[in-house]
Every structure is written in C-alpha cells, then in structure tokens.
C-alpha cells in the first residue's frame, strides 16, 4: 500500500477498480482521502484499516475509478454563459437554425441582443454560410443579434446587428479579420476572425453577479462530466480575462469555486502582467496564471486556418485561399519573447501547417536564448502539421495541446477544403510518437466538453451516428491508456500541477471520478460501437469532498 498519513481519512472509496495513472502502482482497490488529499492506495483490507469513528466509507461495487479529468483547452465563461445563450450545436439544418433563432427572438424583450453559438454548416451537408438577410427572417429588423460559428472564428449578424455597429460598405477589413460581402461591395452579415469584433464589442458585458452565477452553473455541469481541473483559454483580443479572473477570485474567496483553474493571459494584457511583476504559477492549488495566449491565425471551418498550399476551391471563380495570418510573426516573436522575459510560458494557437510552421521556426529561434521556464511553451490544436515539422515538437520540448472531439467534427470539411492533405490532420497517434507531451482538451464551446466523447474520438475516430463506416485515418488512433494519459497526467504535466493532481497517488489532491463502466474491460467490438462514448460519471470528488452524484 503507497500511503501518505496527514490525517484521519475523511472518506475512503473502497471495492473499486481504481486505475492510478502511477506507474509504480498502476491499480488499486481502495483510496482514502482526508483534508482534501489523498491518504493512502491500497488494497481494501488496508486501507479500511486507516477508518475513524466519523470516516465515511463508500462502497463502489467494482466500477471505475479515474483520476479527475482535466480540460486542457477550455474558454471557460464562453461555455458558462453560453449555456445561457441559444445553443445551435445541435440543429442539423439551415431551417432548423433558423426556427430556433425565432423562437428565441419571439421571447426576446425589444432592444436586447439576441446571442447564439455552435452551428456547423458542415453538419448540414452544406458550404455555404448564413447570411443577415436569413437571419432577418428570423428576428425581424429591430433587435440586433449574433450567431457564432462553432468554431468561434466566425459569425453571422442580421442587419440591425451591422447598423448599430456602423459596418457598411465603406467599412475596411480590419487587420486579421474579413467582412464578407455581396456582389455590390456591401456586408452580408457574415463575418470571420477580428471582423467580428467590429459587432461584437456593442453586445454589453454579463454584470458581476451574472457571471459569478454563470460559472458555477458551467462548474457544475463539468461536474457532471468528471472534469476537475481546467485550462482557461483567451480570445485574441478579447476582455473576457479580466472578468473571469475576478470572478474566479470572488468565487475562491466565497469557498464556492470547486475547480481547478489554471488561468491564461492574453497578449494584449502583459503590459499589465510586467507593471505588477507577476509570473507564471501566481496563486495556489484551486486557481493561478497559467500561459500567455497568442493567436498566429484561425480555423477550418471558417477557411481561415493559415496553410502552405490554398483550400481546395468550392467554384471556379473562387480566388485562391491561403487562410488569415492573425498575428504577423514579427509580432508573435516580440510577444513570445516578451512573455519569457517576464517568466511566463507561450499558449499559441495554431491551425494550419503554415501557421505551425512559423511557430515552431519562432521556438527554435528562442531556444537556448530565452530564459528557462518551470512550464512548458505549448500550441493549441497542431490541428493541421507537415510531417517535416512534426518531430520538431518533441525536439524543442513543446506541449500538443489537442482536442480529439474536433476529429469528429471536422472530418468532412477536412476532405472537402484539404483533400488528401486531411491524412496530416489530428495526428494523434504521431504526436504521442514525435516525443511531444500531449494534453486533451475540448474547446468547449466550441465543441461538447464531453471528455467520453473525446476518448472515443481518439480511440476511435468516426462520429458515434456513422459507426458503420470505417475510421478516419485509422492509423492515427490511440489506445484508451494513452488518451487517459492526455486527460490526466499529460493536462496536468502543461499546467504545471503534476504534483498537484493527474493521477490517484498519497500526498495529491482529492480529485477523481467514478465510472459507470469499467473502460477497459471492454471489447474491441464494444469500443468500436461506441460504448466509451456511452460513458458517464457516477460520482465526481472534488478535494475530497463529493461535488456530484447521479
């Protein structure tokens, strides 16, 4: 038995099969908790041996036992209060987007905005975007209303929208962001990257208390999810960090935030980080700064992703298409060195094999120049990589910060825009392979934080509606040890907290959850019918403490 005594255990979870992502000790049968940390791990004899008078002991009939998973890539309040807004994620046509947004409109009090996000056009079988003229229909001319895309890259305003943000045929593109625009010049309500933030800064900001409320109902259903620990990501330009780490603070400070978060900074703020002389690791076990965030371009779906070779044109006369540089990397290099001289590691996003490429050329320039961090630099999604650049990872030690489910989502439009360059799309299997840390997150919002969805993605990869088809590129699929090492150790080890959380070891926090089937007791034809995505959470501990229970 591995056994660390601080205490008297406060609770013990006993007759389980606790997988402890330690390889000293890799299954247990029973683990004991006490003061928010884990006690002992053993075998149940053991470890009810430790019991006091007031421990509580629960039996868990054989089921699984997971250390608590953390999301790795996650825009924390986007998904709190998006629960709130009018979800398209699910519709799966035109139509059926539409009767919603009028639904929602018809109980919208006049001169309110009317904000929606997740649809795909993708999913509707379809390529073209929606259009204000569309959404009018929808809304009527008067309230003004903004629907983002799912992968947030995009949006699609109605007329009211574009009139109280002034944006007219005269309006310029703005730097990184595109207008899109009928046949006369004019806007036609759809708009990618910084061109919507021409509209969206009129969308007046939550008050304190409705994003407090906000986040913990987002907390709770990561709860029910077995998500403990997250990575809180930034929006390129955004003002949303200032306002989730003030309510994250209130929330700590009222003993209400029952999550780890570690939180990133933009790049626009470091003027303020450099001011104050904060550095990465400011803060304690529940909340701290984390990454500065920096954006080299955008997405797939929006066609904005940054590529060495154009997107394969839908119609003739459609222009060659190389993506959106976001940030000029002149500009990223002075923000990638700026955040290591003030002690902060690089969260960059990056799409595209272009966009990779300027990045990891960016790294290997500060290698052996910059001073040395405790975190690792990491890129968010390496969605699309040359197999030339991808060794490069592993080599200059930076984290693949990944979201499997994003497999699923963009498959189809990744063999319709890249053809057969989709075979150097979400390569699981050659990252963990390249020497790279791996850590899986979801995007959330931008897709299901379903950490169950983002196993089957990448053990599986195809979409659980469509299982009768064969896998996408199924020589980058992963076993189910190493996608849980992704959500567990791996997400901890690019935060920093390896010591804190990640897996079910004595002197650790008290974070895990129980799993309503035991995952690797299942056969490969159950696997490929979906059954790790038919997974739930039964139980999810927070610092020892149960937060959810089915």
């Known amino acids: 038995m591995m056994r660390t005594f601080f205490c ?17 000790s890799p299954w247990a049968q029973a683990v004991a908790i006490g003061e928010g940390r884990i006690l002992a791990v053993g075998e149940d004899a053991e470890v009810l041996a430790l019991a006091g008078p007031q421990t509580e002991q629960i039996d868990l009939g054989g089921r699984l036992v997971l250390p608590g998973f953390c999301d790795a890539h996650i825009h924390l309040s986007y998904y709190a209060l998006g629960l709130r807004e009018v979800r398209l994620a699910d519709v799966r046509s035109r139509q059926q987007m539409l009767a919603r947004i009028r639904e929602a409109a018809a109980r919208t009090p006049p001169g309110q905005w009317i904000v929606g996000q997740g649809w795909n056009e993708s999913w509707w079988g379809e390529t073209d975007f929606p259009t204000a003229a569309e959404i009018d229909a929808a809304t009527g001319s008067e309230k003004p209303a903004i629907f983002y895309r799912s992968d947030m890259h995009s949006a699609v305003v109605n007329t009211a929208a574009l009139r109280l943000a002034n944006v007219t045929a005269a309006t310029p593109d703005p730097p990184g962001g595109v207008i899109d625009r009928d046949a006369a010049g004019a806007p036609n309500g759809f708009l990618r990257e910084l061109a919507i933030d021409l509209v969206a800064r009129h969308i007046p900001p939550p008050t304190p208390a409705e994003q407090d409320a906000a986040l913990q109902e987002g907390i709770a259903a990561l709860h029910r999810l077995g998500i403990t620990a997250v990575h809180a990501q930034r929006t390129k330009d955004g003002d949303d960090g200032p306002r989730e780490w003030a309510s994250l603070l209130r929330l700590r400070e009222a003993g209400k935030l029952r999550l780890r978060v570690a939180c990133n900074v933009a790049a626009h703020e470091m003027v303020h980080l450099a001011g104050l002389g904060l550095r990465s690791g400011f803060g304690d076990d529940t909340l701290r700064m984390g990454h500065v965030k920096v954006f080299a ?12 070779a154009p997107f394969i044109k839908l119609s003739p006369d459609e222009p060659d298409n190389t993506g959106v540089c976001v940030t000029p990397p002149e500009q990223m290099a ?19 094999d272009r966009a990779n490429r300027v990045v990891l050329d960016i790294f290997e320039e500060m290698a052996g120049s910059a001073p040395p961090l405790r975190i690792p630099h990491r890129i968010e999604h390496v969605q699309i990589i040359d197999p030339t650049d991808l060794p490069r990872l592993g080599k200059l030690g930076i984290t693949a910060s990944v979201q499997p489910i994003h497999a699923l989502d963009d498959m189809d439009a990744a063999d319709r825009f890249l053809g057969e360059r989709s075979a150097h799309m979400y390569n699981f299997r050659s990252l963990f392979e390249s020497g790279a840390l791996v850590a899986f997150g ?3 919002p931008v897709a299901d934080p379903n950490p169950f969805l983002g196993l089957h993605a990448a053990v599986v990869r195809q979409r659980v509606e469509r299982l009768h088809s064969p896998p996408w590129h199924p020589e980058e699929r992963i076993s189910l040890e190493q996608a849980i090492f992704a959500y567990t150790l791996g997400a901890a080890q690019a935060a920093g907290w390896q010591d804190v959380i990640g897996s079910i070891a004595p ?14 007791a299942l056969s ?15 139980m999810t501990i927070f610092d020892g403490r149960v937060v959810y229970q089915a």
């Open 442 to 444: 979801s995007d959330a």
């Open 507 to 520: 002197g650790k926090r008290g974070d895990l959850m129980v799993v309503d089937r035991n995952l690797f």
């Open 524 to 538: 490969p034809e159950e696997i490929a019918a979906g059954a790790i995505a038919a997974a739930s959470v039964v």
């Open 8 to 24: 008297t255990p406060e609770l013990i979870l006993y007759n389980a099969r606790i997988y402890t992502q330690d390889a000293a």
């Open 334 to 352: 002075a923000e990638f060195r700026r955040a290591a001289e003030l002690g902060f590691p690089i969260s960059v996003h990056a799409i595209g």
């Open 297 to 308: 371009d955008g997405s797939l779906g929006s066609r904005t992703a940054w590529l060495l």
